[in-house]
């Protein structure tokens, strides 16, 4: 059959639906010819057919009713941007009526991924999502071909730009965290709910998402351990500073003998340290290979145009694939399934922030609990608070999470700590 356009039905015109469309108006020739074939935006479904979209489009494209897509036999590629997990019973109904995928949603893709590629293979198609982890910046299609010689050794990266954009604010700017988020919403680079962001649950599904193709095995989500920036406080991010750190939201994934290990947590960064660089919401991630080496992919990691920019490649890709009738293979359903390492095996650096009662004696005290569980201390500052208050803030060298742990509980029984106000992870490499 000769096709004049290679026709799509779009769920979802929002910050990254919006920027799609933009990228397809804006670029349309080069898009044109690098698929070898015209794409048309058929039909877009949307919740309001009221509200004001950031992009032009006939109202007469805009509908409610998502079987006006999905039941439309002229429509070859959905392209999901409406988010969350009840998109997935869309997802499944284009699959079942031969509709190729692209998706931005790594909610779906990390918890449900496996299954849709299954159903994807079986229908004799494929799911695209490069958008789903770091915007803007190619990883998803690096991972699966450029690197694919490799053994992947380690993740290491910033992978959420909203959690990014505030630690950036409120260390440069001062700016206060609920501000911070505001703004980031504003730009549109928070999810529907940010609590997804701000918890670290965002980037623990795009870690999913990596360390799947990375270390070549199915992840459950819920073995990354996970914690968030909502508790983080402005002192936290000066005390930082001042002994010559930032505060980042990472990512971390590693294979060891042991198994893989999978992280996402706040930590004190080196200010000489590149991920000390990335600002804003500006993404990074470090991939250590046994063949290549380390490599570091760069770049905006949440927006409208970033984003589109992800979508649109795939979109060219499936367009392609589909003129030539030629089909990348899926390689996700022939991963292994490999141990996950519990976090207290593995070995850290701790920040750690008290206060204190003022009096002689109780420095001898903490210096004796961290001596007894081997955890040794690399920095001290003591600060005072109010009278008869210290504010102690320590870093440690790098040892078992399990011996730190037995240190903090050992210290939170000492009679001359009040409080223990802050613990993070120290990452120096
Ligand atoms: P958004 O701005 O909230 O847009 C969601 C769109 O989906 C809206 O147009 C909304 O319609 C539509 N929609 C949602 N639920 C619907 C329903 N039940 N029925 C009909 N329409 C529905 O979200 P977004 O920021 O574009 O994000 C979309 C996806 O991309 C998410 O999976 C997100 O995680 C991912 N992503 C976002 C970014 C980013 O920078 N924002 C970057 C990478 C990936 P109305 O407009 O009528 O309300
Ligand atoms: N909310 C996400 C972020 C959007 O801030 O990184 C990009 O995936």
């Given at each position: 059959?000769?096709?004049?356009?290679?026709?799509?039905?779009?769920?979802?015109?929002?910050?990254?639906?919006?920027?799609?469309?933009?990228?397809?108006?804006?670029?349309?020739?080069?898009?044109?010819?690098?698929?070898?074939?015209?794409?048309?935006?058929?039909?877009?479904?949307?919740?309001?057919?009221?509200?004001?979209?950031?992009?032009?489009?006939?109202?007469?494209?805009?509908?409610?009713?998502?079987?006006?897509?999905?039941?439309?036999?002229?429509?070859?590629?959905?392209?999901?941007?409406?988010?969350?997990?009840?998109?997935?019973?869309?997802?499944?109904?284009?699959?079942?009526?031969?509709?190729?995928?692209?998706?931005?949603?790594?909610?779906?893709?990390?918890?449900?991924?496996?299954?849709?590629?299954?159903?994807?293979?079986?229908?004799?198609?494929?799911?695209?999502?490069?958008?789903?982890?770091?915007?803007?910046?190619?990883?998803?299609?690096?991972?699966?071909?450029?690197?694919?010689?490799?053994?992947?050794?380690?993740?290491?990266?910033?992978?959420?730009?909203?959690?990014?954009?505030?630690?950036?604010?409120?260390?440069?700017?001062?700016?206060?965290?609920?501000?911070?988020?505001?703004?980031?919403?504003?730009?549109?680079?928070?999810?529907?709910?940010?609590?997804?962001?701000?918890?670290?649950?965002?980037?623990?599904?795009?870690?999913?998402?990596?360390?799947?193709?990375?270390?070549?095995?199915?992840?459950?989500?819920?073995?990354?351990?996970?914690?968030?920036?909502?508790?983080?406080?402005?002192?936290?991010?000066?005390?930082?500073?001042?002994?010559?750190?930032?505060?980042?939201?990472?990512?971390?994934?590693?294979?060891?003998?042991?198994?893989?290990?999978?992280?996402?947590?706040?930590?004190?960064?080196?200010?000489?340290?590149?991920?000390?660089?990335?600002?804003?919401?500006?993404?990074?991630?470090?991939?250590?290979?046994?063949?290549?080496g380390e490599v570091m992919f760069y770049g905006p990691g949440a927006g409208a145009l970033p984003?589109?920019?992800?979508?649109?490649?795939?979109?060219?890709?499936?367009?392609?694939?589909?003129?030539?009738?030629?089909?990348?293979?899926?390689?996700e359903i022939a991963f292994h399934d490999k141990k996950v390492v519990p976090l207290e095996e593995?070995?850290?650096?701790?920040?750690?922030?008290?206060?204190?009662?003022?009096?002689?004696?109780?420095?001898?005290?903490?210096?004796?609990?961290?001596?007894?569980?081997?955890?040794?201390?690399?920095?001290?500052?003591?600060?005072?608070?109010?009278?008869?208050?210290?504010?102690?803030?320590?870093?440690?060298?790098?040892?078992?999470?399990?011996?730190?742990?037995?240190?903090?509980?050992?210290?939170?029984?000492?009679?001359?700590?009040?409080?223990?106000?802050?613990?993070?992870?120290?990452?120096?490499?």
């Amino acid at each position: 059959m000769v096709r004049d356009a290679v026709k799509v039905g779009l769920l979802g015109l929002g910050t990254v639906g919006a920027g799609v469309m933009k990228i397809l108006q804006i670029n349309s020739e080069q898009i044109r010819s690098r698929a070898g074939i015209n794409i048309e935006v058929k039909k877009i479904l949307v919740r309001d057919l009221k509200k004001p979209r950031a992009v032009e489009v006939e109202s007469s494209l805009l509908t409610t009713n998502v079987t006006e897509i999905l039941e439309d036999p002229e429509i070859d590629v959905v392209i999901e941007l409406m988010g969350g997990l009840a998109a997935r019973v869309h997802v499944e109904e284009a699959l079942r009526r031969k509709k190729y995928v692209i998706t931005a949603n790594k909610d779906l893709m990390a918890t449900a991924g496996a299954s849709l590629l299954r159903l994807a293979r079986d229908n004799g198609r494929n799911i695209y999502y490069e958008a789903s982890v770091g915007g803007g910046i190619p990883l998803i299609r690096p991972l699966k071909h450029s690197l694919g010689a490799n053994k992947i050794l380690r993740l290491v990266g910033i992978i959420n730009g909203t959690t990014n954009y505030i630690l950036t604010r409120m260390d440069l700017e001062n700016m206060e965290f609920n501000d911070a988020l505001a703004e980031a919403q504003a730009r549109g680079f928070a999810e529907q709910n940010p609590e997804n962001d701000l918890e670290g649950k965002d980037a623990a599904y795009k870690l999913s998402i990596l360390a799947g193709l990375a270390f070549n095995s199915q992840i459950h989500f819920d073995t990354v351990n996970v914690e968030g920036i909502s508790n983080l406080k402005q002192r936290d991010i000066l005390y930082a500073r001042e002994l010559g750190f930032t505060i980042k939201l990472l990512a971390i994934g590693e294979e060891r003998a042991d198994g893989l290990t999978l992280r996402v947590h706040p930590a004190l960064v080196p200010l000489t340290h590149p991920l000390a660089g990335v600002l804003y919401e500006n993404n990074a991630l470090y991939v250590e290979g046994n063949a290549v080496g380390e490599v570091m992919f760069y770049g905006p990691g949440a927006g409208a145009l970033p984003t589109g920019s992800s979508v649109v490649a795939d979109l060219i890709d499936v367009a392609r694939t589909i003129n030539h009738h030629v089909e990348n293979g899926i390689i996700e359903i022939a991963f292994h399934d490999k141990k996950v390492v519990p976090l207290e095996e593995l070995e850290s650096a701790f920040y750690l922030r008290l206060l204190a009662e003022d009096q002689s004696g109780v420095f001898a005290g903490l210096a004796n609990a961290f001596s007894e569980e081997m955890v040794s201390l690399d920095m001290i500052i003591q600060k005072r608070s109010r009278e008869g208050e210290a504010e102690i803030v320590l870093v440690t060298h790098a040892e078992k999470e399990k011996s730190f742990n037995a240190a903090l509980a050992s210290i939170q029984k000492f009679s001359g700590i009040k409080a223990v106000k802050s613990v993070y992870r120290v990452i120096r490499k």
